[in-house]
């Protein structure tokens, strides 16, 4: 990621699910129970659904009409 100059479509997509996440306070207070734990767990779930969201983006794309 060091060499990458800008923000990735992944970087793009993981920072729009944490949005959702933090504006969901039921959702995001079910990342506790320490405060620090709770930021890596967000982080981590919004970058995982980025990526599911890549994931599917090209098997959408794949597909022949």
């Given at each position: 990621?060091?060499?990458?100059?800008?923000?990735?479509?992944?970087?793009?997509?993981?920072?729009l699910a944490?949005?959702?996440?933090?504006?969901?306070?039921?959702?995001?207070?079910?990342?506790?129970?320490?405060?620090?734990?709770?930021?890596?767990?967000?982080?981590?779930?919004?970058?995982?659904?980025?990526?599911?969201?890549?994931?599917?983006?090209?098997?959408?794309?794949?597909?022949?009409?």
């Amino acid at each position: 990621w060091r060499n990458h100059k800008g923000m990735t479509l992944l970087d793009h997509f993981a920072g729009l699910a944490m949005q959702g996440i933090m504006g969901n306070s039921e959702y995001a207070d079910s990342f506790q129970p320490s405060q620090s734990m709770a930021h890596e767990g967000i982080a981590s779930h919004a970058y995982k659904l980025a990526a599911a969201m890549i994931a599917e983006r090209i098997r959408i794309m794949n597909e022949k009409p």
